[in-house]
């Protein structure tokens, strides 16, 4: 399978509930390097490039601590345009002494692990190249391995840390499910996503245009895992974008043939998954 450069849809924000927004923003702002482009008192929109919003952080007026053992956002990453820019990141995060949760070398990525100031999951990774990447009985060849970080580094370009680069964007998103069944039949049949590999019975990763995922799912929490409550931090939706408005509605179609619940709201649809995660199209 070759990986096209225009995904038929993908995931392109995240929009998350926060204790306390000033130190969040903080983090958003210092520790990751975005910027600010919409505030008020209770929201803020994040992007890279000044323009394009990627995260928003909403302070709601009650909220309780992020809940463990739950469905719900597992992580959300963040792709860099090149690999000298995952060297800016490494030096610019050891710089801070902020923690980070792992180093991982996927084969198809390169990836770092950290998590928010309210334990909502990040990842910041680049590609290979999509033509080194090997695919096997139709599915794309993934691992854990410890990521080769003097390598990274040596590409590092000397320059004061000025935050992600412009080119950074939503590159996929990963979900505690609560089981497989209803899920594939959810994400597969009615959005239109392809399997790209499995990792035995407890995690999928799927995506469109052949990429190595635009969403993974995994049962890790359990099978049969609760929805986190409404008033507790963590994401509260995700977006997806849709190739046109015609993908899009033949999308809503299928979702209803298969009973899901669909609300739509000045031309934005949005849709609770199986386990209880809201998506917005």
Not at 31 to 49: F, H
Not at 133 to 147: C, H, I, L, R, S
């Amino acid at each position: 399978m070759k990986f096209h450069e225009a995904p038929h849809v993908y995931v392109s924000q995240v929009q998350l509930k926060v204790q306390d927004l000033q130190r969040s923003l903080a983090f958003y702002q210092d520790i990751l390097g975005l910027k600010v482009i919409e505030k008020s008192e209770q929201t803020v929109r994040l992007s890279a490039d000044g323009k394009t919003g990627l995260i928003t952080l909403t302070q709601p007026s009650t909220i309780f601590p992020k809940q463990s053992r739950t469905t719900g956002l597992y992580h959300f990453a963040l792709l860099l345009p090149e690999r000298k820019d995952l060297a800016a990141v490494i030096r610019h995060l050891i710089s801070t002494g902020y923690p980070l949760q792992g180093a991982s070398d996927h084969l198809v990525s390169e990836a770092l692990y950290l998590a928010d100031p309210d334990g909502n999951g990040i990842e910041i990774y680049r590609d290979r190249s999509s033509e080194g990447w090997e695919w096997k009985d139709g599915e794309v060849v993934m691992a854990t391995n410890a990521m080769d970080v003097e390598g990274v580094l040596s590409e590092w370009v000397e320059a004061s840390w000025s935050g992600l680069p412009a080119g950074t964007i939503m590159g996929h998103i990963h979900l505690h499910v609560s089981e497989f069944h209803k899920t594939k039949e959810f994400y597969l049949e009615g959005l239109g996503f392809e399997t790209v590999c499995t990792y035995g019975g407890q995690a999928l990763f799927i995506s469109t245009g052949g990429y190595h995922h635009h969403i993974g799912l995994n049962t890790w929490n359990g099978i049969g895992a609760p929805a986190p409550r409404e008033d507790h931090a963590g994401m509260e939706s995700f977006t997806l974008i849709f190739p046109n408005e015609e993908e899009r509605k033949a999308a809503v179609k299928r979702l209803k043939m298969l009973g899901a619940a669909i609300a739509e709201v000045n031309g934005q649809y949005t849709v609770k998954d199986p386990s209880g995660t809201k998506l917005n199209f």
